[in-house]
């Protein structure tokens, strides 16, 4: 199985031609902390391209939860990384997950999501659900190709975005990457107010 084959089974879940490279994966990541047990929650990881990464900042710390909706990728991803809680299913379905193993908030979201193949009502689902189960001091990572930053299903994302969370900041963009791509850090979700005690 390759990462080419499922897209060309699957373009609108998989998203993308080829996995993010190493040097995406480590300015996506940066933002997982290096000490205490945080919650990382990795949305689409695919072949593992974040996975890595984030299991080698925890360095057996905290817990690592990826969802991917690819039941392919999801079985791979489980044999390479058995240390890594892998969730086959959709990630607008986060919340039941999380509750199911005692988890009530978390503080870490990295995802590789194919945001631009969604329909905007699947975007709004996924990050609704998604900033729901986040702390408030709790810290989401996703990424876009540069080359598309300005078409609308990306314009839309960067709105939605900025809607959920206090402060959106684009990163620098990843030239190392194909193709070339840029991260936005997104701080403070702007919770629920059910979610707020």
Do not use: K
């Not at 089974?9 to 996506?28: C, F, H, M, N, Q």
């Not at 902390?33 to 710390?61: H, W």
């Amino acid at each position: 199985m390759s990462f080419f084959s499922e897209f060309v089974r699957a373009p609108l879940t998989v998203g993308a031609v080829a996995p993010s490279s190493p040097a995406l994966a480590r300015v996506a990541t940066a933002v997982v902390p290096s000490t205490g047990s945080p919650v990382v929650v990795e949305l689409g990881p695919g072949t593992g391209a974040f996975t890595g990464a984030v299991q080698q900042r925890l360095a057996g710390r905290g817990r690592h939860l990826a969802v991917e909706l690819n039941p392919r990728f999801a079985e791979r991803l489980a044999a390479v990384y058995p240390a890594v809680d892998v969730i086959n299913a959709d990630a607008s379905t986060l919340g039941p997950h999380l509750e199911q193993r005692g988890i009530e908030r978390i503080d870490v979201v990295v995802s590789g999501l194919p945001w631009a193949a969604f329909a905007e009502s699947h975007q709004h689902d996924v990050l609704s659900s998604v900033v729901a189960t986040m702390a408030p001091d709790a810290v989401f990572t996703t990424f876009a190709y540069v080359h598309a930053r300005w078409a609308p299903p990306a314009r839309r994302l960067r709105r939605a975005l900025e809607s959920r969370f206090d402060e959106v900041v684009v990163g620098r963009t990843v030239w190392a990457n194909v193709p070339p791509a840029l991260v936005y850090h997104c701080r403070r979700p702007n919770l629920p107010l059910t979610a707020v005690h």
